[in-house]
């Protein structure tokens, strides 16, 4: 479900205003991370390595055309940053500097619920994690990279707000729609054994905890990973919208054993999507104000000539 044309008005009037007019507007009366980064300022946080790296022959292809006959050739894959996924703990706030009017400017479209909590300590050692997310589209692209290799580079769509949890309030806090839209799919949940104990690649983010229902509530131990396993929810949430309220398009959904890479509140190298070595993502990573961003990269394959980019299966995180 997308936003009538009253309210995405007043996006677009919004967006026109300028840089200066944007900083005023998000730094006054904000928290420290708001309008801590900015397009330009992602792109030279992009993990070149992680592209390169991922980067290899997975098989050849041959394929009729006009008017040679058939064309061979090599199949490829590799990671490429395709969006951005936000955790915050206050509504409407952001990181992102292009885009914290916009967000407030929202406030009057949210419609259930008032703010992200966090609970205390349970006694069994989990507590309760909730924080609002957002997505945004975030394919660049680099063109130097496929000068030093045949990269998989995947369609450009524009710099933009995918999905907003306030104005998906309801789903995002209840999981309703996860039980009138998949019934089977959470009745299945109930009675298979938690992510922690046997990973699934579709249904699990390796051990960090489940894809559904897609809510921004977790109990976890660790706010870090809690923040990780609700960002891609909200991915999912943007790359399959039906039955929730979206804003825009977001065509690739996150997956096991693909990439996020930590941007604030610790810039990190990319990770694989469900990784057990859960100490490594933690340590130093934990944010005052309970507030995170990451890139999402997805793994592509491509036959230049024979087959588009494609985006892979989930695949074990190893």
């Not at 790296?53 to 894959?77: D, K, L, N, Q």
């Not at 292009?98 to 205390?120: C, D, N, R, V, Y």
């Not at 190298?269 to 005052?288: C, D, H, K, Y």
């Not at 309970?290 to 588009?308: D, L, Q, S």
Request: hydrophobic share 45%; net charge neutral.
């Amino acid at each position: 479900m997308k936003l009538g044309p009253a309210l995405l008005s007043i996006l677009m009037s919004l967006m026109a205003a300028s840089p200066a007019v944007l900083q005023e507007a998000v730094v006054t009366g904000g928290l420290p991370f708001e309008a801590t980064e900015s397009f330009p300022s992602l792109l030279l946080r992009v993990d070149v390595s992680l592209i390169l790296a991922s980067w290899r022959i997975v098989g050849v292809m041959a394929c009729p055309a006009v008017p040679t006959g058939v064309i061979t050739c090599v199949i490829v894959e590799n990671a490429y940053p395709v969006g951005l996924l936000e955790v915050v703990r206050r509504p409407f706030a952001t990181h992102l500097l292009e885009f914290g009017p916009i967000l407030k400017g929202m406030a009057p479209a949210q419609l259930f619920g008032s703010t992200s909590s966090h609970g205390p300590n349970a006694a069994d050692g989990t507590g309760l994690q909730f924080a609002e997310a957002h997505v945004y589209s975030f394919s660049p692209q680099i063109p130097v990279l496929s000068q030093v290799l045949p990269l998989v580079i995947p369609p450009a769509i524009p710099y933009g707000l995918a999905y907003s949890s306030e104005i998906d309030g309801y789903f995002w806090r209840t999981g309703l729609a996860e039980w009138l839209l998949k019934p089977g799919e959470m009745a299945r949940k109930q009675l298979l054994p938690a992510c922690s104990v046997i990973p699934r690649t579709q249904e699990c983010a390796g051990v960090w905890g489940s894809y559904v229902p897609r809510i921004g509530f977790t109990v976890h131990p660790s706010e870090v990973l809690a923040a990780y396993l609700q960002a891609l929810r909200a991915g999912r949430v943007a790359s399959d919208p039906v039955g929730r309220v979206v804003l825009g398009s977001y065509p690739y959904e996150p997956r096991t054993g693909h990439y996020l890479q930590m941007i604030r509140p610790s810039l990190r190298s990319g990770t694989l999507i469900g990784t057990p070595f859960t100490r490594l993502l933690e340590a130093g990573s934990l944010s005052a104000q309970g507030a995170y961003i990451f890139i999402h990269y997805g793994i592509f394959k491509e036959c230049k000539g024979c087959m588009p980019p494609t985006l892979v299966e989930a695949r074990l995180p190893l």
